[in-house]
Each structure stands twice: as C-alpha cells, then as structure tokens.
C-alpha cells in the first residue's frame, strides 16, 4: 500500500533559525495536506496543495509540492516558540479515499 | 466552526474488557475516521465510515469494530481489549470528499492494564 515518510523525526531549533521537514511518497499523490499538532493537542489542518510544483505560503510557513508529485516539504523562517508542535503530511492518491499519514516531525524550540 | 467530541479524554481498562469510544460530529459530514496515534507511528487509520451503516477498513482494523447506525456519530468498539491497544486514538470528519480538510476531535488516551 501507499507509504508516506517523514524526516525527520525530531528537529530541535534555535528561536530565529529556519527549519524545513520533508515528506516522500512511494506512490504518486493527488493532493497533500499538512497539520500541525500542538502538545497536549489534535491535529489541524494548515494547508493542501494539488499542483504539480506548487508553492505556497502562510506567513513563515512554505509549501511546496514537488514536480512529481511524490514529495512536499514545509519550511518555516525564524522560527519562534509558538510553532513548537508535531507536524504531519498526509498523502491521497486518485483512487483511494484514505489519507496516508506521515510519522510526524516534533519541533522543539531553545529559546 | 466544526465541532468533533469524543466520549472520554482518558480511559483506563483491563484485558479482555469490551471497550467502546464515541464520537459526534455537528457538521453533517458524510465521512468520518477513526485512527490510532503512537509515538513514532504517525496516525494510522483503524476505519472509516462514507455514510450511515458503511464502513471501510484502514491499515489496522484487527483487534476493532464500528458501528455508524446515525450520520453525526461513528463508535469505535474494542472487543476484547488487549494491552498493545494502549494508545491515543483520534476521530476525524470531513465534508464529502476524500480530499477535503479532516476535522479531529480532542483524542481519547486509552490504557489497557
């Protein structure tokens, strides 16, 4: 079946550093969405994108969605003590009704 | 704004105890989804529901059950519950498609002495 990957796993960041989480699919996607999770929280959703190659943006945060369609990746610029959380992707393929969760990327932040 | 709720925050059972989690929905979603959250293991699905009394298993669905007999409720039964069910367990909607946001409820941690 379909298997979505993240890395990494844990990323620990100085307040103020840029980070980017990657996401990689063994199957071509029809659409990739994002979530975040908040300590002690549930998952809510950020963002989807459905373009091949497309990019975008929410405030610090950018999405891409790779050529392919296969890999997207989240990148956060000077990152600050509230984007503390757990990160997923989450992939669909065109003839699936199931989202294909990442294992998540837990950001900690030294401030 | 969604409103996804579960039965419990944390429940505590023993072996072989029958176990049901609720979850409401007050959107009229037609999908809802029941997953499993474990560190390192991300959110694997257990179920899903399309419509009222239809169900689809995900990637893990031995050891459980559903039951969807109202279109705003989807349960999640454990049979016999057993110690390697202990976990974080999510419900989830969404509006119609597949593709669309899923809306997750708070969760309820779940130990199985």
């Known amino acids: 079946g379909q298997q979505v990957m993240q890395i990494p796993q844990y990323q620990h960041v100085q307040e103020g550093e840029d980070f980017t989480t990657y996401c990689n699919s063994s199957t071509t996607l029809s659409n990739i969405q994002w979530y975040k999770q908040r300590p002690g929280g549930h998952p809510v959703f950020l963002i989807q994108l459905v373009k091949s190659g497309e990019v975008k943006k929410q405030k610090r945060l950018t999405f891409q969605f790779g050529e392919a369609k296969k890999n997207s990746s989240l990148h956060i610029t000077a990152t600050q003590t509230t984007d503390v959380g757990t990160y997923f992707c989450a992939g669909l393929t065109s003839n699936d009704y199931k989202l294909s969760f990442g294992a998540g990327t837990t950001v900690t932040v030294r401030a | 704004d969604v409103k996804v709720t579960q039965s419990s925050r944390y429940l505590v059972k023993r072996t072989g105890e029958k176990v049901f989690l609720e979850c409401v929905q007050d959107?009229?979603?037609?999908?809802m989804f029941w997953y499993r959250q474990d560190p390192g293991l991300g959110l694997r699905l257990i179920y899903f529901?399309?419509?009222?009394?239809?169900?689809e298993k995900g990637d893990i669905p031995e050891g459980y059950s559903v039951s969807r007999e109202k279109k705003e409720r989807f349960s999640l039964i454990l049979e016999s519950a057993s110690t390697n069910q202990t976990s974080m367990y999510l419900c989830?909607?969404?509006?119609?498609?597949?593709?669309?946001?899923?809306?997750f409820g708070p969760g309820t941690r779940l130990l199985v002495l």
């Open positions: 529901s399309y419509d009222v009394k239809m169900k």
């Open positions: 989830a909607s969404s509006p119609f498609l597949a593709s669309e946001t899923q809306y």
């Open positions: 959107m009229d979603h037609e999908n």
